[in-house]
């Protein structure tokens, strides 16, 4: 590590020199930037060899009917780098039909679990996850409920379950 | 115990330390006042579940308070918050795990309807997949409700059981023991003189007749 740790501005000017311009933000003193998702995940690989050595989550949010949104989702990763305390936020936004993104599994171990809730709950692919299955929904079941276009009291997945009575036991 | 040994033509005469009751309602007695719980804590109500066993509510007052971790060793289900889809599976597996005679209590608003939350993972009234004996209302229910549920529950056991747990037949099990009774042959026994065996032989020759037409 160098004596002095580059600021989280002098690490965005760097990425910005390496892939382009890039939408930046900040709020409540944390810095957020959009990467495109073709650039995202050698983006990922760069910042993590500048010291981001922590991914603290992975979450996304569906915009539909968000009358301001230009796409469907938006992952937001969460990273930190412990030795210096700096923390940045990275969103990719995807789009239907196919929301896809590549799996950062391979550069931080714990994206493992966090892609695969988001994968249950909003239904994006990470391409190259080692063991995409489903987490907290059952295994049988077919859709992702956290997109706002699901109903909110199901679809009656699993109500066919057998009734135990008296009968049974 | 003292023997009777001769019974006079039309009085018995009993000794001072002999009582007569029915098997039935001694059995209700025991089983009423040793009610062995399985908590099936999952929210909240899990609080109030553990108040109620512990030293200010007592729930030793009422014969219940030995709570089990094992589904074997117990016989009243107390099922204290939600259950969600997922979990439905294991709440049925444990209640057939555990053993005949038993009960079910469904503590507070979330296990008797799925109570605010009315969304896709979460069931909506365990009475929908397993049978239940009382309902505690409340969100959660203090353990004074819950105590009363268990009163209540022990006032049901002592009126309604039965040493054969007759009490759970459903019209399933009713079917296959008039099947067995036709086969018994019922009119070798004497019936003329208890009109309760007469009425359950002249239902039993109902369901017959019914389903032979």
Known sequence: MPSTPPSVDDVLAALTARVGSLETSVSRGQTRVVVPESLAFDAFAWLKEQGFDLLVDVTCVDYLEYKAAKHRYGLVYLLASTATNQRLTIRVFLDDPDPSTRSVVPLWKAANWLEREVWDLFGIRFTGHPDLRRLVMPEEFTAHPLRKDYPLQGRGERHNFPVLTRDHS | ?213
């Open chain 2, 1 to 213: 115990m003292a023997v009777v040994h001769s019974v006079p033509s039309n009085r018995l005469e009993l000794p001072e330390n002999v009582v007569i009751g029915r098997l039935d309602s001694l059995a209700n007695w025991c089983r009423k006042n040793s009610l062995w719980p399985m908590p099936f804590a999952t929210a909240c109500c899990g609080i109030e579940l553990m108040a109620t066993g512990a030293s200010k509510h007592d729930l030793a007052r009422f014969g219940a308070e030995v709570f089990r971790f094992s589904p074997r060793q117990c016989d009243l289900m107390i099922v204290a918050g939600r259950v969600v889809m997922k979990m439905l599976p294991v709440l049925q597996r444990i209640w057939q795990q555990m053993h005949e005679p038993k009960w079910c209590i469904s503590m507070g608003a979330c296990a008797s309807t799925g109570g605010v939350f009315d969304t896709y993972a979460v069931v909506q009234g365990i009475d929908r997949f397993i049978p239940v004996d009382m309902y505690v209302p409340g969100c959660p229910p203090r353990p004074e409700q819950l105590i009363q549920a268990i009163i209540d529950l022990q006032d049901k056991i002592q009126r309604e059981g039965t040493i054969t747990g007759r009490e759970f037949d459903t019209a399933g099990r009713q079917l296959r023991k008039r099947a067995l009774e036709e086969i018994a042959s019922p009119l070798s026994i004497d019936a003329s003189r208890n009109p309760m065996l007469q009425r359950e032989l002249a239902a039993a020759a109902d369901a017959i007749a019914g389903r032979n037409n």
